[in-house]
């Protein structure tokens, strides 16, 4: 009896340290999968990486090559690592929000009233006669280049008072330069970039009301994050990093109009991490007229508590033709059809796609807030997807069923 005791806890004691060896990490086990998809892995940059610290943080780190990597940095960090992810490219949704030109200009838009359509639909006005207009909340512009210098948005730049080392300069009087440079969006090598994307999103959410155009809150100050280059791509890393860093300075809402990408994982992460903090992260739902609970993109498809997915709606209160929609996974629809707002250069444009109407609901969220501080973001999230007008006789392709209503969302956080 005694052999046998001895040996059964011999056996133990063996499967005990095997199953201790499985369930400790090593160099290779925190990589993620390469890649599940071939359009994943084309997407891949190479000897470019994501790093998930255990204290829920991300850095993008580079290394010669794979192995060096994982035998130098991920073996001398391995109890600080949660995850190492491969860094890969993330786009604008289509290059066709990228240029205003004569053709996209709004046929109807004769008079001031109907070049601000969409504000007007939303009923903004009633709200903004409340005071609601987004004072003291920051929002984070997470995009392509934002012309600060504008005149309808240089005063809603919030201002970097930390002195930021910047070619033996500190702070630049604007926060935008520090920014950039702070932030390490590496992925954008000159800050000057001309793209209009940026510059159009951040005049919906917050540029002045002294002229035609109207911004949905025009108190709340912006943190430009631009990682998005002229081409309309930038690093999924420098997309996590902008997202990070907009948060370390005091953003609420975070403005997302890009996606596109088959690779979720990393992605899913730091927006779970982002959610906890109890920000909102507002996301265009894509222009590729499809239905993603089928036909799934990221991060638009993710079902984060603190996230709104937003489709895009026209002049006339129907969905437009390119949205993409869901009756599961997009939240409601916001007006994203010939947007008239600030591009580069003291120039304004009619652009078209969900990247505009996004803005509409971020600029909601901020006013919102303004008005009633005390709220979470999920209450926030909860009164506009509750409060939309549902139109008869034809429904949004959404899970509300319907289109942003700010007044409506206003009175809904005010019983």
């Known amino acids: 009896m005694d052999v046998v005791r001895l040996t059964l806890l011999l056996a133990s004691f063996v499967f005990l340290i095997s199953c201790a060896k499985e369930g400790q990490k090593t160099p290779e086990s925190v990589f993620a999968n390469k890649t599940t998809a071939n359009n994943c892995q084309a997407e891949a940059i190479e000897n470019q990486y994501i790093v998930h610290w255990e204290d829920g943080t991300f850095t993008k780190e580079q290394g010669e090559n794979e192995e060096n990597f994982r035998k130098g940095f991920v073996t001398r960090n391995l109890d600080k690592i949660k995850k190492v992810h491969f860094d890969h490219k993330v786009q604008f949704y289509t290059k066709d929000e990228l240029s205003a030109s004569s053709e996209s200009l709004a046929p109807y838009a004769?008079?001031?009233?109907?070049?601000?359509?969409?504000?007007?639909?939303?009923?903004?006005?009633?709200?903004?006669?409340?005071?609601?207009?987004?004072?003291?909340?920051?929002v984070g512009i997470v995009d392509s280049y934002v012309d600060v210098t504008h005149s309808k948005l240089k005063d809603q730049i919030l201002i970097n008072t930390k002195e930021i080392p910047n070619n033996g300069k500190d702070d630049d009087e604007n926060g935008y330069i520090d920014d950039y440079s702070s932030a390490n969006f590496t992925n954008v090598t000159n800050y000057t970039i001309q793209n209009v994307h940026g510059t159009h999103v951040a005049g919906i959410v917050a540029a002045d009301h002294s002229g035609m155009m109207k911004g949905i809150a025009p108190e709340a100050k912006i943190v430009a994050a631009p990682f998005i280059s002229n081409d309309g791509s930038g690093s999924l890393g420098d997309a996590i990093n902008a997202m990070n860093y907009v948060v370390s300075r005091g953003a609420k809402v975070i403005n997302a109009s890009w996606g596109g990408s088959v690779c979720v994982a990393t992605l899913r992460d730091a927006f779970q991490e982002i959610s906890k903090k109890g920000v909102l992260i507002v996301v265009a739902a894509g222009n590729e007229s499809r239905d993603l609970d089928f036909n799934p993109t990221y991060p638009a498809a993710f079902n984060i508590s603190g996230q709104i997915t937003v489709g895009a709606s026209n002049y006339n209160d129907y969905m437009t033709s390119f949205s993409n929609s869901s009756f599961n996974l997009v939240h409601l629809a916001a007006p994203g059809d010939d947007i008239l707002s600030t591009t580069p250069n003291e120039k304004y444009e009619y652009l078209k796609g969900t990247s505009m109407a996004a803005p509409f609901v971020t600029g909601a969220a901020a006013a919102l807030w303004s008005a009633f501080p005390d709220m979470t973001s999920?209450?926030?999230?909860?009164?506009?997807?509750?409060?939309?007008?549902?139109?008869?006789?034809?429904?949004?392709?959404v899970a509300s069923r319907g289109r942003l209503n700010l007044l409506k969302a206003y009175n809904y956080l005010a019983r």
């Not at 004769?110 to 920051?138: P, Y």
């Open 378 to 397: 999920l209450q926030i999230k909860e009164a506009l997807v509750k409060s939309v007008d549902v139109i008869p006789n034809h429904e949004f392709r």
């Open 110 to 138: 004769t008079t001031t009233a109907d070049q601000v359509w969409g504000q007007a639909i939303i009923q903004a006005d009633q709200v903004w006669q409340k005071n609601a207009k987004g004072k003291n909340i920051i």
